[in-house]
Each structure stands twice: as structure tokens, then as C-alpha cells.
């Protein structure tokens, strides 16, 4: 990432700004239960999934988030096809697919729709554009802010709008044989992602770094702490499956291996009537562990495939 760079004082440095690489703690989950329709449609049982971000200390104050939020996002339970006039088909929307991202604010009502922000449109961004590397990610730091604007005729009038509300990573950059200090911008991103089985997952990745920036040798500074932990959960559709169980994910502190047991848990969403998996063998399966020979198994960090049978 491009890092802008600091003298000790604050003053502007020459060059101002360099590509600093950094590293940051990401939470990815594969999609719940994929099957196959009795038409042959290949579907998952998820259409929604939510997660709350817990912040830590070092959360600035002065951030809308600092008292953490939900995020509640709809994704595409299946292929969109069009049909086209000589004949031949389009996918417009792809299975998987986020097609809506809400922001629920901390302290309010959940259960008033009135209180969930759809930030989709302004929390959209496009990554790699025109690439085969192109992908959507959604800045989930959005947030709702009101200001006071002077109209034409001298008049105020009150604006809402939905802002961007990064943080600044700081640390020291080598360069030159100095070490001026760098400030890089960043906010918690949710995107779709390829599992390490080539099935698919969501991946949020948060602004806690894992360790110190490429080139940052200052080990006297511990690095700061944004985000406590997330939980989160497959939501069901009130008929024919019920919310999961929560996954709590903590990220460790500085130095400390995540555990195994929390790198492993695995639940599955069941239908009240169930059908048989043809795809992944997950559907209806309810043991915590996953299988030995899943390939995703061992190097996915986290893995709330969540959901509880519905009663």
C-alpha cells in the first residue's frame, strides 16, 4: 500500500510517499451448505450472514466505530441466467454473490429496520479494475454523518450523507538509510473469496496488523490493537432454517499463535426437511471438527460455517 512519509517533527519528507507492504489479520469463512436443486441448481442454504465487530482500546475515540457494529450482508442463494434473444444464455448474477450490506450502529434497536444503514453504494469499491484479478469489496468503516451546508440564497440547510471513516496505521519505513515514520489509511473490507479448496467463502479483513511493516525495525512500539473480536453467524430465513450457532473469533495479541481450537470450529445449516449434498458433503453435518482430508481445512483461519439444524 502506498504509505505517505513523516520527518520526526511531522514536517514533509522527499520522497513523500512510498509502497509499504503491511500485514493484516483477515477472518474468512466458506459459504454454508452448498446442494444441488431437484432442477439441477447448485444453491446454498445462506442467503444472509451477520458478524459483530468488538473494538479494542486502541480504537480512537473520536471514530463513530469506536464502540463497535454489525454488519448484515445478502448474498445471491444461486445462479441469475438470462435468457438472450438468439438463444443463448447470460449469468447476470453469479451464486454467491453480496448483494446488499447493512450497518447497524452500536446501542440500536436491531429489531427496528428503521436503524440498519444499506451502505451498499457507498461502501463499494472495485479492486484491479479491467484485470483478471478484479474483484468487489464493500468499506465497512461507513458511516452516517449530518452537516450543514450554506444554500445559494444564503440560507443552511442540514445534509446526511454516508462517509468513509478510516484509521491511520503508523510505524517507521528504512529508506535511504533513514527512518522517517509512515501513516497508511485503512478500514475493514468484506469481500467474496476463494476458500483454499476453490469453494466458496467471505473474507473480512480487518485494520489490526499482524506485525510491523515490511521495513519497520522499530521494536520498541507495540502495535496497536483496533479490534477485540468478531463474531459472527449464518442468519436463517425464519422457515426453513434458523440462525447458527456464533463463532467467536479473538485475535491474539502480538506474539501469541492463534489456538487450534479456535482456528477449527465448523458448523453446518440444515433444512428443516432435509435433502441430500451433492457438492460439498457438508449439509445437515453437525460434527465441529471438519474431516482430515478437507484441503481447506488446514490453512483456513477461521471457518464459522454456521448454522443450527432449524427445530
Given amino acids: ?37 431437484i432442477d439441477g441448481t447448485t444453491r446454498n442454504f445462506a442467503e444472509k450472514y451477520r458478524f459483530h465487530v468488538t473494538p479494542a482500546a486502541d480504537m480512537p475515540a473520536d ?13 445471491a442463494p ?17 451464486r454467491g454473490d453480496i448483494l446488499k450490506v447493512e450497518k447497524l450502529p452500536f446501542g440500536l434497536d436491531e429489531n427496528d429496520p428503521a436503524n440498519w444503514l444499506d451502505i451498499t ?39 446526511t450523507e454516508l462517509v468513509s ?17 509512515y501513516r497508511i489509511k485503512t478500514v475493514p473490507a468484506l469481500r467474496q473469496a476463494e476458500m483454499t479448496d476453490y469453494s466458496l467463502g467471505y473474507r473480512l479483513t480487518l485494520p489490526d496488523m499482524t506485525q510491523r511493516a515490511d521495513g519497520d525495525n522499530d521494536e520498541t512500539r507495540a502495535l496497536e490493537k483496533y479490534t477485540e473480536k468478531v463474531t459472527i453467524w449464518a442468519v436463517g430465513n425464519g422457515e426453513k432454517t434458523v440462525d447458527s450457532e456464533k463463532l467467536e473469533v479473538s485475535l491474539r495479541t502480538e ?21 441430500p449434498a451433492q457438492s460439498t458433503g457438508r449439509a445437515g453435518e453437525t460434527d465441529p471438527t471438519p474431516p482430515a482430508n478437507n484441503p481447506g481445512a488446514e490453512d483456513t483461519p477461521v471457518t464459522p460455517e454456521t448454522a443450527a439444524p432449524a427445530a
Wanted: no cysteine.
Fill in 1 to 37: 500500500m502506498e504509505g505517505k512519509l513523516y520527518g520526526t517533527e511531522g514536517e514533509a519528507w522527499k520522497p513523500d510517499s512510498a509502497e509499504i507492504t503491511i500485514h493484516q489479520y483477515a477472518v474468512q469463512w466458506p459459504a454454508v451448505n452448498e446442494y444441488t436443486d
Fill in 63 to 75: 471514530d463513530q466505530n469506536w464502540k463497535g457494529y454489525d454488519i448484515r450482508f445478502t448474498v
Fill in 78 to 94: 444461486a445462479d441469475v441466467v438470462t435468457e438472450n434473444d438468439d438463444g443463448t444464455q447470460t449469468i447476470t448474477t453469479h
Fill in 121 to 159: 453504494k457507498a461502501a463499494r469499491n472495485i479492486a484491479n479494475e479491467g484485470t483478471e484479478d478484479e474483484y468487489v469489496w464493500y468499506d465497512l468503516s461507513i458511516v452516517q454523518v449530518t452537516r450543514t451546508v450554506t444554500n445559494d440564497d444564503g440560507t443552511t440547510s442540514e445534509v
Fill in 165 to 181: 471513516q478510516p484509521i491511520t496505521l503508523t510505524g517507521h519505513h528504512a529508506i535511504d538509510n533513514d527512518n522517517p515514520s
Fill in 255 to 275: 506474539g501469541q499463535a492463534m489456538t487450534e481450537d479456535a482456528a477449527r470450529p465448523v458448523f453446518a445449516m440444515a433444512e428443516a426437511d432435509p435433502r
